[in-house]
């Protein structure tokens, strides 16, 4: 627990900090009208959204010892209790991965891929992004030094292929886990989105169980894009999990408050760098600590 939070205080220093200069110093009781205002104006920069924010500040407030301490708590209580993963099918364990170009889509399928073989689980990773060569050549990289396999065709090959021949190489060969990727697309992009509910079908046509998870991969520095995102990759791809990435960077902690609020999924995991390190589980206390200055969080 210390090093992952550590490294996700480190990450979310962006937020913390916008939070800091809000938030009145030292004081976790007996604030004024103008301090709560403040606060939810800070939550509010923070990526939290407008209607988020005003409502976990009237939360706070109407509790016994308001204080930004009980503010806290109600952001943990809000955020989705995730689970453990449950990879124990009758078969392997199928995850769709999607998302839109940039997010950290390709990285973030390498990284999951050298987690599930750190348990000892065999993988298979099949290569759909089939439009970008760079991203099935970087996605090869990662599989390679994870140990995994991967199943790739040549480059605009259609990617409902890839899935089919991925899942069902998976079903035969008896793999632990397979983890499709998918064409990074816009969500606002009709066709790409029509494609993206072809990969779902001809995935379960491979093997009716799949896939037993669809994770979202999104970029936590997109603010309200990222909440438009997920809502259209809900509907089309039944995603059943968030990952949110680059919180080191423009990422704004606030953003997975509010994509759990909207859409009530389990954040899985949370990016905040590069290395296979900066990818962790979600854990909200963690997060709500690394979210919040210190003198209020500790």
Known sequence: MSSFFSRLKQGLSRSRDTLAKMVPGGTVDALTEEQWMDIEDGLIMADCGADLAAQLVKKARKRRGASVDVLKESMVSMLP???PVNTATS????LLVVGVNGTGKTTTIGKLATLFRQQGKSVLVGA???FRAAAVEQLAVWVKRAGADMVRQHEGADPAAVAFDTVQRGVARNYDVV??????????DRGLMDELAKVRRVITKAYPEAPHEVWQVVDGGTGQNAV???EKFRDVAGTSGLIVTKLDGSGKGGIVL???HKFGLPIRYVGVGETLEDLMEFNAEAFVSGLLPEEVAE
Do not use: E, K, M
């Open 128 to 130: 759909g992004d089939t």
């Open 228 to 230: 438009a995102q997920v």
């Open 258 to 260: 509010q994509l759990s």
């Open 81 to 83: 209790q995730a689970g």
């Open 179 to 188: 983890i499709v990727d998918t064409a990074g697309r816009v969500q606002t």
């Open 91 to 94: 078969g392997p364990f199928v």
